[in-house]
Every structure is written in structure tokens, then in C-alpha cells.
Nanobody, 114 residues
Framework: QVQLVESGGGLVQPGGSLRLSCAAS????????MGWSRQAPGKERDLVAV???????TYAESARGRFTISRDNAKNTVYLQMNSLKPEDTAVYYC????????WGQGTQVTVSS
């Protein structure tokens, strides 16, 4: 059974930065693509960024140029570095493992407000 645990969320002012982490248990991490999604109140969950097992990355238009997804296979951890944060980035951020069964973390709240 895989568990994904996100951390690093919090309250930040517009223009600030946060780095989210997602630690995975089990043996599937290094061979699985990993993604970050977010869900704002009253909205659907949207994909933010994906990184393949080989390190190739893709981003939603809203994240491109401001967010960076990366991974450390030795630590079974995927990161999301978020810079130049805007109020519209406020959401619960979830990591996802693209394994055969697919797993979600529990989410971490990011609030961008002055």
C-alpha cells in the first residue's frame, strides 16, 4: 500500500514562494510519474505539473514559468517549487502517483493573501 504525505503549505504574501514536498512510501516511486494538482474552493481539481520517472516535466499554463516540479528518487520525494505566487494560486495542493492503481495524498493548503 502506497502512502503519499504532502507538506510545506501555508500562508504566503503575493509574490512570495513556497516549496511543497510529497514523500511516498513503498517501492513504486522511482518508476512512476508523479504529479501535483490543486483544488480551489468550489472548483474542480486541476493538474498543475507532472514529472515522469525519467525527469521529463510538463506544466499547466497557469504554472509555467513560476512553478518547478522535481524529484529525488533516493528520498522517494517529489517537490513543487512555487515562485511569484498569486492570490489565485490559493488551493489545496495534492500529489499523485501515476502507478497501476494510482494514489493521492491528503493535500496541503496553500493560501496566498496579504
Amino acid at each position: 500500500q502506497v502512502q503519499l504525505v504532502e507538506s510545506g503549505g501555508g500562508l504566503v504574501q503575493p509574490g512570495g514562494s513556497l516549496r511543497l514536498s510529497c514523500a511516498a512510501s513503498g517501492n513504486d516511486f522511482s518508476r512512476s510519474a508523479m504529479g501535483w494538482s490543486r483544488q480551489a474552493p468550489g472548483k474542480e481539481r486541476d493538474l498543475v505539473a507532472v514529472i515522469t520517472s525519467g525527469g521529463k516535466t510538463t506544466y499547466a499554463e497557469s504554472a509555467r514559468g513560476r512553478f518547478t516540479i522535481s524529484r529525488d528518487n533516493a528520498k522517494n520525494t517529489v517537490y513543487l517549487q512555487m515562485n511569484s505566487l498569486k492570490p489565485e494560486d490559493t488551493a489545496v495542493y495534492y500529489c499523485y502517483m501515476y502507478s497501476r492503481d494510482g494514489y493521492w495524498g491528503q493535500g496541503t493548503q496553500v493560501t496566498v493573501s496579504s
